[in-house]
C-alpha cells in the first residue's frame, strides 16, 4: 500500500503549483480550483520514487512541485497502469495515460525531460470517478481494471 505524499493545485494554464494539504476532488472534473477541469486529464499523478530516480540520473536536486503534477505518490508503481483504478482515500481515479514530459522540464532541469522519457517517467493521468476529500497522508492503491 502507498501513500499521498503532496497534492499541488494549478491556479491557472503555467500558473504556479499550489501545495495543499487537504483538497476535494470530483467526479468528473478533477480537483476543485485547478486550472485543468474535465475531459481525460483531470488529475496527473507522479511517483516519488520516479521523481527520486530522475533526480539521482542527472544530479538534480528539485522540488517535485517543478513537475506540475497534482498528487505525489509513494509506494505505488504506475508504469502499464493505463485502465487501472489509482483510489486515493475513498476516492478512485480511472487512469487514462502516461503523462509525458515537456519542454518546461528542461527548462527546470537541463537533461529533466530525455530522463524523464523512460516508461511512465513522467506520471499518469486520470479522471475522477468517485470524488471526495483528500488529504496528504492518506492510502494509495492501484486496483485492476475491472473494479
Known amino acids: ?23 476535494q476532488l470530483d467526479a468528473g472534473q478533477g480537483l476543485r480550483d485547478n486550472a485543468n477541469r474535465g475531459g481525460k486529464r483531470q488529475v496527473t499523478i507522479l511517483e516519488r520514487e520516479a ?3 530522475h ?6 536536486s ?3 512541485a517543478a513537475r506540475r503534477a ?3 505518490v509513494s509506494g505505488c508503481d504506475l508504469r502499464g497502469a493505463r485502465g487501472q ?20 522540464m528542461d527548462e527546470a532541469l ?16 486520470g479522471e475522477v470517478l468517485d ?3 483528500i488529504q496528504v497522508g492518506d492510502a494509495v492503491t492501484l486496483e485492476p481494471a475491472d473494479s
Open 62 to 64: 528539485l522540488d517535485p
Open 131 to 133: 470524488g471526495g476529500t
Open 55 to 60: 533526480m539521482a540520473a542527472t544530479g538534480g
Open 110 to 125: 537541463p537533461g529533466l525531460r530525455k530522463v524523464m522519457g523512460e516508461a511512465w517517467g513522467g506520471g499518469a493521468f
Open 70 to 72: 497534482n498528487l505525489l
Open 51 to 53: 521523481w527520486e530516480r
Open 85 to 104: 483504478v489509482l483510489r486515493v482515500g475513498a476516492c478512485r481515479i480511472r487512469i487514462h495515460g502516461e503523462t509525458r514530459p515537456c519542454e518546461r
Open 1 to 23: 500500500m502507498g501513500q499521498l505524499e503532496q497534492i499541488w493545485v494549478k491556479r491557472f494554464r503555467g500558473g504556479p503549483m499550489d501545495p495543499r494539504a487537504v483538497a
